[in-house]
DNA sequence: AATTAATGTGTTAGTTTTACACATTAATTC
DNA sequence: GAATTAATGTGTAAAACTAACACATTAATT
């Protein structure tokens, strides 16, 4: 930090009026968070929609969202719509994007925060009773309403992205898991195949699976072994560095 | 999509009303873009500060940013604050994070796009007359005014990651450059030391390289090739697929 | 008891990364 | 202008990682 101070103080309090009476005027941006909520079942990746109540996009699927509050931290909107659709806190969720259009709402100026979320679907069943509400396999998600359908693609190659990179996955599944479940899942969001020889070895030389010497029940095969993720070790081992690749 | 349509245009006008209500209302939230300017000049990475023009942070150093007004899209803001204060057109630029702390701004709620913004620091020369403007090396960017340190540490994290995975620190060089320029980018965004002979092996594999067949000039020691980069072959030969590392 | 379909474990060849050494070139020094 | 210096430019070998692939084991089912 280096040079001399050559405040106006004019000019401060002129700023800080014209940023108040902005922010005081109408013809104001509306801000809203809409959230990607993301659940795994069946071995299928799923997205949690609702049926639009515009009627410029009436029978349209959408995100969930709400307005941001005025005394409301952007996190905690998206954590509140969470818990009012789902039931459940203590949920994975991470911002992704700002989308901000000025024509992307037919309300007028709303940008938009968006969040990816990722939750156990085993661990909700709540609020799902909700007729309007339903969990899509996410190979069928085309044409939402607003500029959702950009929304969620652009959450889905985040997910995409993150899960190769960061131990998210394991959000989507339930505490014990087994190995085939894990590569489902990663085989899911990542529409790939993987050999399962490989990918079993890459997670074992990783260490970060705890065997909790257990068995998978009622399976109509030879059951496989349960495993928890290790978050302590992860947390404490993650790889900083990685090298230059493109 | 599967279901019945149950739509209910009480609801339907209800919501849009309570939108536009919000919309029209006082007590709204603002919106800016700050935008985290990096250039590189002198084998260091720099940034793009300005004097903090309110009373609150007199003194303080802050990142360049602007009310989005009502009609403009998030990009263009963006766009707008670096062709204003670099007189830079067509400019790497790529949104960040919102930042939206209730209480990070002074003069009320103001929700913050952030943006992070390479430059070819030789192309400008500009507008840096400003006496408040000042190129700051980045190592001795500390205490930055409201939440603008948080801000800068997130874009530059962001810069470290993107950099290892794709063709951004071109946009902080010449066209024209040679092997040490570039790794003297990387191992001053990486902060990192690398061996000459594997980054220069590195690079020449990927096979994105033009060697245009010139030489260095004026430089006081055997003068070494000079290079461009191949966008087109890039983009064509990009790798899609990483695999599962963490 | 035989069959089936999954889990669980290696092995090998190929590729990539890392560590490290020496020859070459042009500016500088004497 | 010859010797010195400090950079560029190239190569090699060990280690680590990835990708492709085969067989034994287990438990449910027939």
């Given at each position: ?12 309090v ?14 104001k941006?509306?801000?809203s ?26 029978g ?22 969470l ?103 990663y ?24 065997d ?35």
């Open positions: 930090m280096s040079g001399e101070l050559n405040t106006d103080k004019v000019k401060n002129k700023s800080l009026l014209a940023i108040q009476s902005e922010v005081e005027s109408s013809n941006i509306a801000l968070v809409d959230c990607v909520i993301f659940g795994f079942d069946e071995n299928k990746l799923k997205v949690l929609l609702i049926r639009s109540d515009l009627k410029k996009y009436l349209k699927w959408s995100l969930l969202g709400d307005l941001v509050r005025p005394s409301e931290d952007l996190d905690a909107a998206a954590y509140r719509i818990k009012q659709r789902t039931g459940l806190s203590d949920v994975y969720l991470e911002q992704v994007h700002t989308f901000g259009s000025v024509n992307r709402h037919p309300a007028g100026r709303v940008v938009t925060v968006t969040y990816c979320s990722l939750i156990n679907v085993q661990h909700h069943k709540l609020n799902i009773l909700d007729n309007e509400l339903h969990w899509h396999d996410i190979v069928n998600v085309t044409d939402l309403a607003f500029d959702h359908q950009q929304i969620f693609d652009t959450c889905y190659k985040r997910l995409q992205k993150r899960i190769q990179e960061h131990p998210l996955g394991f959000n989507l599944l339930p505490k014990k898991f087994s190995l085939r479940d894990l590569q489902n899942l085989e899911a969001i990542l529409d790939t195949k993987m050999d399962r020889r490989n990918f079993r070895k890459k997670f074992f030389s990783m260490d970060f699976l705890i909790i010497d257990e068995m998978e029940q009622d399976v109509p095969h030879r059951p496989g072994k349960l495993y928890k993720f290790n978050y302590e070790k992860y947390e404490k081992k993650k790889k900083k560095w990685v090298g230059i690749d493109f």
